[in-house]
Structure formats: C-alpha cells, structure tokens
C-alpha cells in the first residue's frame, strides 16, 4: 500500500523543487521581517534579499589613490565595452530578426530554463561543479561591482552602500549605490567610466583565468591510455557485461589498448565469441559478443525508412544463415556476395544488395551532379546525380568497401569504359561508363563517386562490444589550443580558443555531437592524468582547472551581457551618457526628452530581442 502511494507522488524536476524552496524562503522572511527580526541592513522583498553595508569604503579609498593610473586603465576598458556594445546590439537585432523570419525548432540551447546560471536546473551546468559555479559567479560579482566603487572614488563620487543581492540563499548580484548628487555632480566622462569600470574587470578576470587554464594547468593534464567509454548502446554485449559511461578499457584479449581506434580496429578482426575485457581501475570482465546495428547511413538500402527493415538497435544473428556475432563474422558471411539475406535477433530476415553507398561528386563528371543531361551515368542508365545509391561492382569486381571502389579504378585511364551495376531506389541498373579525366592531373580514369560516410556494407554499421566513445582527445585538444573549427577560424589565435572554450558546456548541442564539456567531473575524470610538474597534486589540479574554468566563463558572459545596451544594465548607462555628449551638442530645446527617446527605445529593442531569443522558439513554433 505504501508503495503504491509512493508511486503514485509525481516526481519532481530540480526547477520544481527550487521554487518550492523559493517560496518557503520567502514566507519564512516575511515572518521575520513582521516580527523585527530581520539586521537593519538586511533588505527582504519577496525571495529578493539585499544586504548593506558601508564597510569596505575605507579600502576603497586607499585604492583609489593613484587616480590617474585607473583613469587610464578605464579609458582602454570604456572603449572595449563601447566596440562590445556596439557588437551586442547587431547581434541581438540580428538575432531577433532570424527568429522572426524562420523560428528555429525548441532546442536544449534555446530552452528558457537553460537561460538560468543554475546547476541542476541549467541541463548543461552539472550539480557536480556547482560548487566551481558558485565560486565564478561570486568572484565575477565581487570583481564587476568594486569596480564601479573603485571608479566611484576615483571620481570623487561618494558611495551610499554596498552589498549583495540573492533569489533565497542563491546570490544573483551585487550593487554599489553611489550618492545620487554626487553622481549627478560628476563629469559625462567620470560617469562613463565608472559604469564600465565593472565590465573590465570581468574581462581583466577572464583572461587571468584562461591564461591559467590554458597555459600550466591543461599542460600538466594528458588522456590516460585506453578507449574512453562514454556509454553503452541499450541491449549491445558491453550493456550485458555491465561496462558504462566512464569506464575506460585498458585490454580486449591479450593486447593492450590505448584509445577507441585501436580497440575497434582488434574488434574488427578478433573472432572469438567470449572476449576479455580488463577496465583502467584493473576490474576484468568477460562480454559475450553479439552483433548490434549501431548506424544506417544516409541512403542505406537496408534503413527502415527505405525499402529493406533494419533498424539502429537491431542485433543481426546470421547473414545468408550463416551465424555471425562478431565483424569479422559479418565480413566473412558476406564475402563477395552482391545481395544478402540478414536475420535479426526477433527472427526476420532483410534481404538486400551488398556494396558500397555513394553519392555523385564534381559537376561535368561521369557520375555527378549538376544537370542530368550533362552526366554518362544519368544519360545511359538514369543513376541519380545528387541521391546516395548502392554501388555493387565496378567492372565485375564487388564493391563493398571505399577501398574495394580504388581497386577496381586503379590502372584505369581516361577515356577507358568500365561496367557499373548499382542497385538506385530499390532497381538493379547495368551501365558501361566512360571514365573522365582524374580532376588532381595524376592522368587517371575518374568516375565522379565519393562513399557517403559510413557507406560500406551496404551503410550498415555494426558492433560486437556497442559502446559509444567519449571524445577525451578531442576536448583536451580544444583546451590546449591543438583542435577545433573555432581555434583554426580564428587563425589559432587566443580569442579563437576562448570562444571555442565558451562554447563547450554546450558543444555536443550546437555541433551536433553526444558529449558537452562541463570541466573536469566525475563523468569523464577517469579519462585522464596529471602530469609534469603539478603531479604532486594529483586530482587538486581536477578542481583548480574547474575553478578556472567557469570563473573565465562566467565573468565573461558577465560582462557581455552587461554591455548590452538597455537599461539597467552597465551598457545601458554608459548608452546615456554617450548620448548626452551627443545631444548637448545638438539645437534641441528639450534635451532631457530627446536623450530619453533615443535610450529607452534601444532599450526596447533590446528586451524585445532578448524575450524572442529566450521565448521565440517555443512561442512562435
């Protein structure tokens, strides 16, 4: 009975339970502010709290006293913000104007809980590094606003309070409240600076943390040898043997393994049924092997959605009723035969055409694309110029591989015919093509194909162990500067690399992969090593490169979004001050009005562009 009323409460989601708590916090402080509990310097409105204080003031002061110095340093982080805000203002129009003109689909990325700097709400901000989180955004609040009191002193601006703001015991902000006739006594440029004064110390912070990071701590980190295990595929022989995401396979049999290639290229030649595993933390198992459908490429005759019924997931357990449960089994069934009946573990059986999946390649070539009268193949027997097809033989050799396609054109010259069969919408086709001219010059015969990726076999791609690899070596790269779209656009560049590591929480979302970086926890720690001089450190280095990482993350969507152009925000401020230089040059009578119109409607604009980006794609789809 007890368990089924357990069964029957609905399970809450974190957001859930975080406004719960929200709630509760603020019926408990509004409690204790009726009852006169609450310091004095302690604000409470709803789940906002603001505490006060004027101590600190004495500091800033002294630190304030070479003003000149910090006058000259605000001015080279004025005009950074000013190009920034420049840049935040195109981008957020721009981006409001896609969003209106073709919503992009509700994604993970476009997600509005994934707005919020929340681990555990945030997908893509792990409870495992909250702690890191924390720190970051503190560092990022404490740096951005004792530098708008710094600058306050230094232009003789005085200061009311200053303090921290949270949403329940979750800091959102800091303030600095300057005495609002001073502020007005003080000079446009005084002001200007003052505002962007936060903005560069968010950015000062950020390249101190990414040096860091990028130079001696990911120096001393290096991949630890074997296949980096991300998952396993439900129902393959690794989810059987119970191996799973994190675990790092260090031999298969009685060879050593050093990463993903090289497991997959002993797989592929090993026939043994029952293989030994031995996992980095020495733990041996033993996987009974079974051959798992882990893709269908683009045109496979053999997808679901084509003519043929195979399916990702599917385990095959003979080919031509042949038992196969390994890839070297699957090969060997298969031999040179041009069509193949495949049986499935739920007892059907696909027959299909064995080869190769291409597509047609350079326009003007036997083969390609472009228009249709302008090919041999599409003018003689209708092959397809742009839709992937099967490649079964080339001049009476099988083609089951991109390896066995350059076998059969090898020796071919220009001019030279050679027999195509090809299996194109379900139909068997024969046509004697002439080959062209290699476009390299090497004087060679070409014939206008290139394998579609993953097209051999028929597009069939297949695993006896079925685990799925996490890229360790690729995200080391990205952090050392080795790898990445990002790194090379850039010109290898130091700002290519940082905007390459600020897209990594959320890289597997926007390039299409499995895997986000989110620093170095629990998911993927196995997976690496110290090494060199922090070794000593050991898993400390771990932590100092989280801490680095999502404090120069976070301080510096801190300080892009503050130059934003909208009011309250610093760039905001810093729009109307710019404004009023303009307009007081200006024959305007009333100029307090026309400084208003300019300020508040690029104001609008931006929070219209901020509540599209945010809700467009789930309210307009």
Not at 494 to 515: D, K, N, Q, R, T
Not at 591 to 607: D, E, F, I, N
């Amino acid at each position: 009975m007890i368990d089924g009323l357990l069964q029957a409460v609905p399970a809450f989601g974190p957001l859930t339970w975080i406004l719960v708590g929200i709630v509760a916090y603020s019926l408990v402080a509004f409690w204790l502010d009726g009852q006169g509990l609450i310091p004095e310097g302690v604000h409470v409105s709803g789940p906002i709290t603001t505490i006060h204080t004027k101590r600190g003031r004495v500091f800033l002061n002294w630190l304030a006293g070479p003003k000149r110095f910090w006058r000259a340093w605000t001015n080279v982080g004025l005009g950074a913000t000013l190009v920034v805000m420049v840049g935040m203002f195109v981008l957020l129009l721009r981006q409001g104007q896609l969003i209106l003109e073709s919503p992009p689909a509700p994604s993970p990325v476009n997600e509005p809980a994934n707005v919020l700097v929340i681990p555990g709400v945030n997908e893509f901000l792990p409870l495992s590094v909250a702690p890191e989180i924390v720190i970051g955004l503190l560092v990022g609040l404490v740096v951005h606003e004792g530098g708008h009191g710094l600058l306050c002193r230094v232009g003789d601006i005085d200061i009311d309070s200053m303090g921290l703001v949270t949403l329940a015991v979750i800091p959102i902000g800091a303030f600095v409240e300057p005495d609002e006739e001073s502020q007005r006594e003080a000079n446009r440029g005084a002001r200007a600076r003052m505002f962007a004064a936060g903005v560069t110390n968010n950015y000062v912070v950020t390249i101190v943390a990414f040096a860091l990071l990028l130079g001696p701590i990911v120096g001393s980190i290096a991949l630890a040898p074997g296949a980096a295990i991300g998952g396993a595929l439900p129902g393959s022989a690794a989810d059987e043997a119970g191996i799973d995401g994190g675990d790092r396979i260090v031999m298969a049999g009685d060879r050593e393994i050093a990463n993903g290639s090289e497991l997959d290229a002993y797989l592929a030649e090993s026939s043994q049924r029952e293989l030994s595993v031995t996992l980095g933390d020495g733990t041996e198992t033993t996987v009974q092997r079974s051959l798992l459908v882990t893709r269908l490429a683009a045109g496979s005759p053999f997808d679901r959605e084509g003519t043929a019924g195979l399916d990702v997931g599917d385990t095959i357990t003979a080919v031509n009723g042949t038992a196969v449960r390994t890839e070297r089994g699957f090969r060997d069934a298969v031999g040179n035969r041009t069509s193949v009946a495949i049986t499935t573990e739920d007892g059907n059986t696909t027959t299909g055409p064995m080869g190769v999946v291409v597509r047609a390649t350079a326009p003007d070539l036997p083969g390609v694309g472009g228009e249709p009268a302008d090919h041999p193949l599409n003018n003689s027997a209708g092959f397809p110029s742009r839709t992937p097809f099967t490649l079964v033989s080339l001049g009476g050799q099988p083609t089951q591989t991109p390896a066995d396609v350059t076998a059969a054109l090898e020796g071919r010259e220009p001019g030279e015919s050679v027999e195509v069969v090809a299996v194109v919408e379900g139909e068997r086709r024969t046509a004697t093509v002439t080959l062209a001219e290699d476009y390299r010059g090497d004087g060679s015969g070409y014939l206008g194909i290139a394998p579609i990726a993953g097209g051999e076999y028929a597009g069939v791609g297949t695993s006896s162990l079925g685990v799925d690899y996490y890229p360790a070596e690729g995200f080391l790269s990205l952090l050392n500067g080795e790898g990445g779209v990002g790194v090379v656009a850039a010109g290898g560049s130091m700002l290519g690399l940082v905007l390459v590591v600020l897209l990594l929480p959320f890289i597997g979302a926007v390039g299409g992969g499995s895997y986000n970086f989110a620093g170095f926890v629990a998911a993927n720690r196995n997976f690496y090593e110290i090494t060199g001089p922090l070794e000593p450190l050991g898993g400390g280095v771990f932590l100092l490169a989280n801490l680095l990482f999502w404090t120069g993350w976070i301080n510096l969507n801190l300080a892009f979004f503050n130059c934003i152009p909208g009011y309250p925000l610093d760039g905001g401020r810093i729009l109307r001050a710019c404004v009023e230089a303009v307009v007081a040059r200006l024959p305007i009578e009333d100029k307090h009005t026309a400084t208003r119109a300019v300020t508040t409607s690029v104001g609008l604009a931006m929070l219209a562009c901020l509540l599209l980006v945010v809700f467009g794609p789930q309210l307009l789809n």
